[in-house]
């Protein structure tokens, strides 16, 4: 019989919600002004397998993930803002097939990298403000941007925040001290 007291936290330490950073690769004007990031729901699916005359038996299935969405602070010169919309115009219907060729050969970092894809990573920090985990996420791309509005009926000048979603293929959590998986 284990000891009660071996399975209690260790660390006593609340998680905050203000102790992040956000790296992505491919837009760092964004990932400076990040103002939110959020880990997403990831579910697992099931399979229902038929039986003769019963209820189906459900067993598991693959991993669903959630959109991932940041909320970040545009710059006056939109420059932030432009780096996710002229990725977004590259990946989609560009005005020619040169401006994709321009994008395309102003975003390979690598020969081996697929320029349509980034990696970010979503540093979680502990209370002391030190990198305590990481969440990785592979192959990233961005799939809706927010509005703009521009609205002189408001009462205090309130800066624009603009939401970038991305889809990916897999997040993981990693310890920063070991990289290994949590």
């Not at 990932?31 to 939110?36: E, P």
């Not at 990725?87 to 401006?99: H, I």
């Not at 809706?144 to 925040?161: A, K």
Request: proline share 5%; hydrophobic share 35%.
């Amino acid at each position: 019989m284990a000891n009660w007291y071996q399975d209690q936290l260790t660390n006593r330490n609340f998680l905050s919600p203000i102790g992040f950073l956000f790296i992505l690769d491919k837009a760092q004007k964004v990932s400076f002004l990040c103002q939110k990031a959020e880990i997403p729901t990831v579910s697992l699916g099931n399979v229902n397998i038929p039986t003769r005359g019963l209820v189906p038996i459900p067993v598991e299935g693959n991993m669903v993930y959630s959109d991932f969405s940041v909320d970040f602070i545009v710059d006056e010169d939109l420059r932030n803002y432009m780096q996710i919309h002229n990725w977004m115009r590259a990946l989609g219907t560009p005005q020619d097939f040169e401006e994709r060729k321009i994008w395309r050969d102003s975003n390979q970092d690598s020969p081996s990298q697929d320029p349509r894809f980034s990696d970010a990573t979503l540093q979680v920090l502990n209370n002391s403000n030190n990198a305590n985990f990481d969440v990785v996420f592979k192959d990233l791309f961005p799939t809706s941007l927010s509005t703009l509005d521009f609205d002189v009926t408001g009462s205090d000048n309130d800066y624009f925040t603009a939401t970038a979603t991305f889809k990916y293929t897999v997040y993981e959590i990693r310890n920063v001290n070991s990289q290994t998986r949590r």
